[in-house]
């Protein structure tokens, strides 16, 4: 007989599984998580907006139980669903606002995962979870105010303060793709005009640079891409320059420029120490986007803020996402759980 038999005989299920969702509007990815935020299983598909609501969800559904599978993990042993939406959120009731690519208004997508699969949801914005990712595992660990930029088709942001995103009561914030640049600007996915995102996105240098490539400005990308918008990708961009082709440089800068001056504006608001920096155009000209963006938002801030942040590079890369929606539901299910008793 063993003097000293513990309580419970049963070996004690110490281990947590968290699933962190990426739903972008072209593609969706599940992560499961150990507790220690290794990758136990993941799957991937098509988000096909167009084809409806009905329709994204049951993939969603699909997707999340793929990975489930792989990880070889059962429903029952998953302690939270975090996922990250391309929108404002309503994280307190669950709820995605609007998500203009995927045609979604006041979703209550919380509800519907936690109907079907009966495990706590949060649901939050994919760039709040991006930057949360890099505040927790990668460029701005350690930050004490982290803002995040992360210029693709659209310009995403997000912002943690102390541990914690910053998001409004109802709404998520940190919108710095459609802050007003422009009066009677270009049209925005948003519906208004003039946004950031309408001057600085890597639609609007793609738009920019096609219409110079039409005038024959850009010998090395017209023999890559043409004229061709949907082939001016980041890289596409990178090699032109690389190249010689000096148009296309002065209009990725005067991008890099116009997100400098948003993120001084930021700056002296929020008074950042990391400012992270990320998505396929600074990943495919680093130099380029940091030394610009450094440069310009120092010049445009009060003296008391210049030298006051780091502007540094995302170092997740596409895991980003699902990684901070898995930390932050980790982080915030009992939160919820509690408040809705
Ligand atoms: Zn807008």
């Not at 000293?4 to 593609?27: Q, T, V």
């Not at 329709?55 to 489930?68: F, P």
């Not at 079907?116 to 991006?130: K, M, S």
Request: net charge negative; proline share 3%; hydrophobic share 45%.
């Amino acid at each position: 007989m063993t003097p000293h038999l513990p309580e419970i005989e049963r070996p004690m299920e110490n281990s947590e599984y968290w699933l962190g969702f990426d739903l972008g509007a072209s593609k969706m990815m599940a992560v499961v998580f150990d507790s220690s935020f290794k990758v136990r299983g993941r799957r991937r598909k098509k988000t096909k907006g167009l084809e409806g609501r009905e329709s994204v969800t049951a993939r969603l559904v699909e997707v999340i139980r793929g990975a489930l599978d792989e990880a070889e993990i059962d429903v029952s042993q998953l302690d939270g669903i975090g996922i990250g939406v391309p929108g404002p959120v309503d994280e307190e009731r669950g709820i995605v606002r609007e998500a203009a690519n995927l045609g979604w208004k006041e979703v209550p997508l919380a509800d519907l995962l936690e109907n079907e699969f009966g495990r706590p949801v949060v649901v939050l914005n994919d760039v709040d979870a991006g930057v949360y990712g890099e505040y927790r595992f990668g460029a701005a660990r350690g930050a004490r105010t982290a803002l995040g930029v992360f210029p693709g088709t659209g310009i995403g942001g997000g912002c943690v303060y102390d541990g914690e995103i910053i998001h409004g009561r109802s709404v998520s914030c940190m919108e710095i793709g459609h802050v007003q640049v422009r009066e009677n600007g270009r049209l925005c996915g948003c519906g208004r005009r003039g946004c950031l995102e309408t001057e600085a996105s890597r639609l609007a240098i793609s738009a920019e640079v096609a219409q110079a490539a039409y005038r024959g400005e850009t010998p090395h990308l017209a023999a890559s891409a043409g004229t061709e918008l949907a082939k001016m990708r980041s890289g596409t961009l990178a090699k032109a320059i690389a190249a010689g082709d000096t148009v296309v440089e002065d209009i990725v800068r005067h991008a890099a420029q116009m997100l400098g001056i948003a993120v001084a504006n930021v700056v002296l608001l929020m008074a950042p120490d990391v400012v992270v920096l990320g998505g396929g155009l600074v990943e495919e000209m680093t130099n380029l986007f940091v030394d610009t963006v450094t440069e310009v938002a120092n010049q445009r801030v009060m003296a008391s803020f210049v030298g006051s942040f780091r502007v540094v590079v995302a170092e997740l890369g596409d895991d980003a996402g699902a990684l901070g929606a898995a930390a932050w539901v980790q982080k915030t299910a009992s939160r919820y759980a509690k408040s809705s008793l």
